[in-house]
Protein backbone atom coordinates (compact mmCIF):
# COMPACT_ATOMS: atom_id res chain seq x y z
CA UNK A 1 0.00 0.00 0.00
CA UNK A 2 3.18 2.00 -0.21
CA UNK A 3 1.38 3.86 -3.44
CA UNK A 4 -2.02 4.29 -1.89
CA UNK A 5 -0.05 6.04 0.97
CA UNK A 6 1.72 8.33 -1.50
CA UNK A 7 -1.42 9.12 -3.17
CA UNK A 8 -2.72 10.45 -0.03
CA UNK A 9 0.21 12.48 1.09
CA UNK A 10 0.55 14.16 -2.07
CA UNK A 11 -3.35 14.65 -1.63
CA UNK A 12 -3.19 15.92 1.66
CA UNK A 13 -0.16 18.23 0.31
CA UNK A 14 -2.05 19.86 -2.49
CA UNK A 15 -5.48 20.37 -0.04
CA UNK A 16 -3.83 22.68 2.97
CA UNK A 17 -6.51 21.38 4.98
CA UNK A 18 -6.80 23.10 8.77
CA UNK A 19 -5.59 21.08 11.74
CA UNK A 20 -4.19 17.83 12.23
CA UNK A 21 -7.52 16.26 12.69
CA UNK A 22 -9.23 17.09 9.89
CA UNK A 23 -5.99 15.67 7.52
CA UNK A 24 -6.30 12.38 9.47
CA UNK A 25 -10.32 12.27 8.60
CA UNK A 26 -9.72 13.16 5.35
CA UNK A 27 -7.08 10.60 4.65
CA UNK A 28 -8.35 8.09 6.59
CA UNK A 29 -11.53 8.56 3.96
CA UNK A 30 -9.17 7.97 0.78
CA UNK A 31 -7.33 5.75 2.40
CA UNK A 32 -10.65 3.52 2.71
CA UNK A 33 -11.81 4.17 -0.99
CA UNK A 34 -8.69 2.63 -1.74
CA UNK A 35 -8.70 -0.17 -0.06
CA UNK A 36 -11.84 -1.15 -1.13
CA UNK A 37 -10.95 -0.29 -4.92
CA UNK A 38 -7.49 -2.92 -4.41
CA UNK A 39 -9.53 -5.77 -2.44
CA UNK A 40 -11.80 -5.79 -5.74
CA UNK A 41 -9.25 -5.57 -8.31
CA UNK A 42 -7.39 -8.64 -5.86
CA UNK A 43 -10.80 -10.79 -6.16
CA UNK A 44 -10.78 -10.35 -9.61
CA UNK A 45 -7.34 -11.52 -9.61
CA UNK A 46 -4.77 -9.08 -10.89
CA UNK A 47 -1.26 -8.74 -9.97
CA UNK A 48 0.22 -6.10 -7.69
CA UNK A 49 1.66 -3.99 -10.96
CA UNK A 50 -1.60 -4.15 -12.00
CA UNK A 51 -3.31 -2.71 -8.79
CA UNK A 52 -0.92 0.03 -8.85
CA UNK A 53 -1.50 1.20 -12.28
CA UNK A 54 -5.37 1.08 -11.51
CA UNK A 55 -5.37 2.41 -8.41
CA UNK A 56 -3.40 5.39 -10.01
CA UNK A 57 -5.65 5.45 -12.75
CA UNK A 58 -9.18 5.17 -10.78
CA UNK A 59 -7.67 7.65 -7.92
CA UNK A 60 -7.32 10.71 -10.40
CA UNK A 61 -4.95 13.81 -10.20
CA UNK A 62 -4.17 14.06 -6.42
CA UNK A 63 -3.73 17.91 -6.97
CA UNK A 64 -6.45 18.18 -8.65
CA UNK A 65 -8.51 16.31 -5.68
CA UNK A 66 -6.69 18.46 -2.97
CA UNK A 67 -7.95 21.37 -4.75
CA UNK A 68 -11.23 19.89 -4.43
CA UNK A 69 -10.88 19.72 -0.44
CA UNK A 70 -9.09 22.84 -0.42
CA UNK A 71 -12.48 24.66 -2.05
CA UNK A 72 -14.51 22.88 0.79
CA UNK A 73 -12.81 23.59 3.45
CA UNK A 74 -11.54 26.98 1.98
CA UNK A 75 -13.45 29.12 5.11
CA UNK A 76 -12.85 26.95 7.74
CA UNK A 77 -9.09 27.47 6.69
CA UNK A 78 -9.14 30.80 6.31
CA UNK A 79 -11.04 30.91 10.05
CA UNK A 80 -8.40 29.38 12.18
CA UNK A 81 -5.31 30.59 10.22
CA UNK A 82 -7.11 34.14 10.92
CA UNK A 83 -6.81 32.78 14.65
CA UNK A 84 -3.73 31.74 14.69
CA UNK A 85 -2.30 35.08 13.16
CA UNK A 86 -3.99 37.14 15.61
CA UNK A 87 -2.31 34.92 18.45
CA UNK A 88 0.92 34.94 16.69
CA UNK A 89 0.61 39.04 16.85
CA UNK A 90 -0.55 39.25 20.47
CA UNK A 91 2.65 36.16 21.26
CA UNK A 92 5.08 38.20 19.34
CA UNK A 93 3.61 42.06 20.48
CA UNK A 94 3.81 40.64 24.08
CA UNK A 95 7.28 39.03 23.33
CA UNK A 96 8.91 42.27 21.78
CA UNK A 97 7.37 45.09 24.41
CA UNK A 98 8.54 42.71 27.45
CA UNK A 99 11.79 42.64 26.06
CA UNK A 100 12.23 46.09 24.97
CA UNK A 101 10.67 47.35 28.55
CA UNK A 102 12.51 45.26 30.81
CA UNK A 103 16.24 46.33 28.87
CA UNK A 104 15.20 50.06 29.40
CA UNK A 105 14.36 49.24 32.96
CA UNK A 106 17.82 47.61 33.12
CA UNK A 107 19.79 50.54 31.98
CA UNK A 108 17.37 52.83 33.63
CA UNK A 109 18.51 51.31 37.09
CA UNK A 110 22.42 50.75 36.17
CA UNK A 111 23.17 54.84 35.35
CA UNK A 112 21.01 56.12 38.59
CA UNK A 113 17.99 57.02 36.48
CA UNK A 114 14.37 56.38 38.22
CA UNK A 115 12.75 53.75 36.55
CA UNK A 116 9.59 55.48 36.10
CA UNK A 117 11.13 57.65 32.88
CA UNK A 118 10.45 54.30 30.86
CA UNK A 119 6.80 54.98 31.76
CA UNK A 120 6.81 58.58 30.86
CA UNK A 121 3.14 59.22 29.33
CA UNK A 122 4.54 60.70 26.14
CA UNK A 123 8.03 58.35 26.29
CA UNK A 124 5.40 55.29 26.89
CA UNK A 125 3.02 56.40 24.02
CA UNK A 126 5.39 57.39 21.41
CA UNK A 127 6.85 54.01 22.13
CA UNK A 128 3.38 51.84 22.86
CA UNK A 129 3.02 52.98 18.96
CA UNK A 130 6.39 51.91 17.33
CA UNK A 131 5.94 48.70 19.09
CA UNK A 132 2.51 48.11 18.33
CA UNK A 133 2.82 49.49 14.27
CA UNK A 134 5.96 47.76 13.88
CA UNK A 135 4.71 43.94 14.95
CA UNK A 136 1.73 44.41 13.37
CA UNK A 137 3.08 45.87 9.74
CA UNK A 138 5.86 43.08 9.59
CA UNK A 139 3.52 40.62 10.13
CA UNK A 140 0.91 42.04 8.10
CA UNK A 141 3.84 42.80 5.22
CA UNK A 142 5.30 39.21 6.02
CA UNK A 143 1.84 37.22 5.27
CA UNK A 144 0.12 39.07 2.54
CA UNK A 145 2.84 38.54 0.18
CA UNK A 146 1.63 35.17 0.18
CA UNK A 147 -1.33 36.36 -1.66
CA UNK A 148 0.45 37.76 -4.47
CA UNK A 149 2.63 36.05 -7.79
CA UNK A 150 5.04 38.68 -8.64
CA UNK A 151 6.25 41.97 -7.17
CA UNK A 152 4.90 40.71 -4.08
CA UNK A 153 6.89 42.91 -1.75
CA UNK A 154 5.83 46.00 -3.78
CA UNK A 155 2.09 45.07 -3.64
CA UNK A 156 1.64 44.05 0.16
CA UNK A 157 3.17 47.42 1.08
CA UNK A 158 0.90 49.46 -1.30
CA UNK A 159 -2.31 46.94 0.55
CA UNK A 160 -1.12 47.11 4.19
CA UNK A 161 0.14 50.88 4.28
CA UNK A 162 -3.48 51.93 2.58
CA UNK A 163 -4.68 50.38 6.03
CA UNK A 164 -1.88 51.73 8.10
CA UNK A 165 -3.11 55.06 6.51
CA UNK A 166 -6.77 54.82 7.46
CA UNK A 167 -5.53 53.38 10.71
CA UNK A 168 -3.42 56.76 11.08
CA UNK A 169 -6.30 59.30 10.19
CA UNK A 170 -8.89 57.36 12.06
CA UNK A 171 -6.13 57.86 15.33
CA UNK A 172 -4.96 61.68 14.41
CA UNK A 173 -8.77 62.58 14.12
CA UNK A 174 -9.53 60.66 17.72
CA UNK A 175 -5.96 61.61 19.44
CA UNK A 176 -4.28 64.36 18.27
CA UNK A 177 -0.38 63.53 17.62
CA UNK A 178 -1.00 59.94 17.65
CA UNK A 179 -1.50 59.34 13.60
CA UNK A 180 2.57 60.31 12.92
CA UNK A 181 3.59 57.58 15.17
CA UNK A 182 1.50 54.67 13.50
CA UNK A 183 2.98 56.33 10.28
CA UNK A 184 6.56 56.00 11.97
CA UNK A 185 6.34 52.88 13.31
CA UNK A 186 4.85 51.19 9.43
CA UNK A 187 7.80 52.50 7.44
CA UNK A 188 9.62 51.24 10.03
CA UNK A 189 8.30 48.00 9.29
CA UNK A 190 8.57 48.27 5.61
CA UNK A 191 12.50 48.74 6.30
CA UNK A 192 12.92 45.47 8.25
CA UNK A 193 11.03 43.81 5.43
CA UNK A 194 12.79 45.13 2.61
CA UNK A 195 16.17 44.54 4.67
CA UNK A 196 15.00 40.94 5.23
CA UNK A 197 14.19 40.57 1.83
CA UNK A 198 17.11 42.09 -0.54
CA UNK A 199 20.18 41.65 2.21
CA UNK A 200 21.26 38.27 2.77
CA UNK A 201 23.99 39.04 5.23
CA UNK A 202 22.52 38.76 8.65
CA UNK A 203 24.78 41.08 10.16
CA UNK A 204 24.68 43.44 8.38
CA UNK A 205 20.79 43.45 8.30
CA UNK A 206 21.09 43.91 12.35
CA UNK A 207 22.99 46.91 12.15
CA UNK A 208 21.10 48.83 9.17
CA UNK A 209 18.16 48.16 11.12
CA UNK A 210 20.19 49.02 14.39
CA UNK A 211 21.28 52.47 13.12
CA UNK A 212 18.15 53.32 12.12
CA UNK A 213 16.40 52.79 15.28
CA UNK A 214 19.67 54.83 17.50
CA UNK A 215 18.73 57.71 14.60
CA UNK A 216 14.77 57.08 16.01
CA UNK A 217 15.31 57.40 19.24
CA UNK A 218 17.95 60.21 19.56
CA UNK A 219 14.92 62.28 17.02
CA UNK A 220 12.17 60.90 19.18
CA UNK A 221 14.07 62.18 22.72
CA UNK A 222 14.65 65.34 21.87
CA UNK A 223 14.16 67.65 24.84
CA UNK A 224 14.08 64.42 27.32
CA UNK A 225 14.37 64.67 31.00
CA UNK A 226 17.44 62.99 30.81
CA UNK A 227 21.06 64.70 32.08
CA UNK A 228 23.77 65.07 30.08
CA UNK A 229 24.49 64.34 26.52
CA UNK A 230 26.74 61.26 27.57
CA UNK A 231 24.34 59.82 30.02
CA UNK A 232 21.26 60.42 27.34
CA UNK A 233 23.47 58.21 24.72
CA UNK A 234 23.66 55.70 27.82
CA UNK A 235 20.06 55.59 27.85
CA UNK A 236 18.72 55.72 24.22
CA UNK A 237 21.82 53.06 22.63
CA UNK A 238 20.10 50.40 24.66
CA UNK A 239 16.95 51.06 23.40
CA UNK A 240 17.89 51.17 19.73
CA UNK A 241 19.92 47.74 20.83
CA UNK A 242 16.91 46.03 22.35
CA UNK A 243 14.41 47.14 19.81
CA UNK A 244 16.89 46.17 16.64
CA UNK A 245 17.22 42.89 18.69
CA UNK A 246 13.29 42.04 18.62
CA UNK A 247 13.18 43.03 15.34
CA UNK A 248 14.81 39.76 14.71
CA UNK A 249 12.87 37.92 17.35
CA UNK A 250 10.37 39.47 15.31
CA UNK A 251 11.29 38.01 11.93
CA UNK A 252 12.68 34.44 13.47
CA UNK A 253 8.45 34.35 15.35
CA UNK A 254 7.34 34.82 11.91
CA UNK A 255 9.48 32.22 9.83
CA UNK A 256 9.07 29.51 12.70
CA UNK A 257 4.52 30.24 12.19
CA UNK A 258 4.88 30.10 8.42
CA UNK A 259 6.84 26.65 8.21
CA UNK A 260 4.75 24.60 10.92
CA UNK A 261 0.99 26.64 11.37
CA UNK A 262 0.88 27.73 7.14
CA UNK A 263 3.22 25.63 5.10
CA UNK A 264 3.67 28.58 3.34
CA UNK A 265 0.33 29.45 2.79
CA UNK A 266 -1.60 31.94 3.74
CA UNK A 267 -5.33 30.93 3.09
Known amino acids: MEAAEQLIEATLEASGLPGASRRAEVAEELRSHLEELVSDARR ?24 DFS ?18 GLVSLGAVSFFVYAIQCLVSLGLGLPPALVFAPHHWRWENE ?25 KSVALVGGLFVLASLASQAWWPGHGIGLAVAFFSAVLVR ?49 VALSCQILTSMAALFDRQILKGKFA
Open 44 to 67: EGRSADEIERLMTSRFGSPFGIGQ
Open 71 to 88: RVYRLERVVRRSLAFGLL
Open 130 to 154: LLSGLTLGYLGLFFIERLFEDRRFV
Open 194 to 242: FLEVHCSRGALRFAAILLFFLVLGAIAHQGATIPGARVFWLFVGPIGLA
